[in-house]
C-alpha cells in the first residue's frame, strides 16, 4: 500500500459525457502528478500539481483539466468523453523535489462507452 | 525533444540466471532517472533512482540499474531472476524541458521469468 488513493476504482460512461477523478496523496506529500495508460498511447505524463499550483505539464488534452485543493488532494475532471479516453488513469504524489520518488495510487479505470 | 527507448517489448529469462532490461534516453539537461514495476492489475511500484553521484544504483528487490552518460543508457539489471520478477518494467526520466520539468516514460518491457 503505497498511500495513495483514488477514486473510484471504477467508472464507466457514455461519450460526451464529463467525469471527475480523485486523488488524495500521502500524508506529507506536496506534489501530485496525474497519469493516463492505455493500450495505445502507453503510461503518459499528463499533469503535476505542487502545493496548489501547477507545475508541469505533459500531453494532457484541452478537454482535460486538473487541479490542488488547500488540503492537497487533486481532482482530475474529463470532459467531452470519447472512446479514446477509456484508460487507467494514475496518480501519484512526491514530498516536494523532483527528485523524489513518487508513489503510485491503484487508478481508477474509466470506460467510455 | 524528451525520449525514452526500451528496445525490447519482452526479455524472457530462465529462474536463477542474471537479466538485464535495457533503457536509453534522450534528453537535453541533466536528468534523473527511475525504474518502476508494474504487477498485473496494480500500480505502479518504484524501484529505483539515479539523481547524482555513483552510476551504480541499487534499489529495492535486488535490482540495480548502471547510468551510462556516455552512451545514454539506464540499464536495469539482476544477478538472480526469480519467478515472482516477472511484471511490466518501465523506465522514466525527469528533466528540464521548456521551462517545465517534464516526465517521460518508455513503452515498457515484460519481463518473463521461467522456473
Known amino acids: 500500500d503505497s498511500g495513495v488513493t483514488q477514486t473510484p476504482k471504477h467508472l464507466i460512461t457514455a461519450t460526451g459525457q464529463r467525469v471527475t477523478l480523485r486523488c488524495s496523496p500521502r500524508s506529507g506529500d506536496l506534489s501530485v502528478y496525474w497519469y493516463q495508460q492505455s493500450l495505445d498511447q502507453g503510461l503518459q505524463f499528463l499533469i503535476q500539481?505542487?502545493?496548489?499550483?501547477?507545475?508541469a505539464k505533459g500531453n494532457i488534452l484541452e478537454r482535460f483539466s486538473a487541479q490542488q485543493f488547500p488540503d492537497l488532494h487533486s481532482e482530475l475532471n474529463l470532459s467531452s468523453l470519447e472512446l479514446g479516453d477509456s484508460a487507467l488513469y494514475f496518480c501519484a504524489s512526491s514530498p516536494h523535489r523532483e527528485s523524489d520518488t513518487q508513489y503510485f495510487g491503484p487508478g481508477t479505470r474509466l470506460t467510455v462507452l | 525533444a524528451q525520449s525514452v527507448a526500451q528496445p525490447e517489448d519482452q526479455v524472457n529469462v530462465a529462474e536463477g540466471n542474471p537479466l538485464t532490461v535495457k533503457c536509453t534516453y534522450s534528453?537535453?539537461?541533466?536528468?534523473?532517472l527511475f525504474w518502476y514495476v508494474q504487477y498485473p492489475n496494480r500500480g505502479l511500484q518504484f524501484l529505483l533512482k539515479?539523481?547524482?553521484?555513483?552510476?551504480l544504483v541499487k534499489g529495492s528487490y535486488g535490482f540495480e540499474a548502471e547510468f551510462n552518460k556516455s552512451q545514454t543508457s539506464f540499464h536495469l539489471k539482476k544477478p538472480s531472476a526469480l519467478v515472482s520478477d516477472s511484471a511490466l518494467y518501465f523506465c522514466?526520466?525527469?528533466?528540464?524541458?521548456?521551462?517545465?520539468?517534464?516526465?517521460?516514460f518508455g513503452t515498457g518491457t515484460k519481463l518473463q521469468v521461467i522456473p
Open positions: 500539481y505542487y502545493n496548489g499550483e501547477e507545475r
Open positions: 534528453v537535453s539537461g541533466n536528468p534523473y
Open positions: 539515479y539523481i547524482t553521484g555513483d552510476n
Open positions: 522514466a526520466v525527469r528533466a528540464l524541458s521548456g521551462g517545465y520539468q517534464k516526465v517521460t
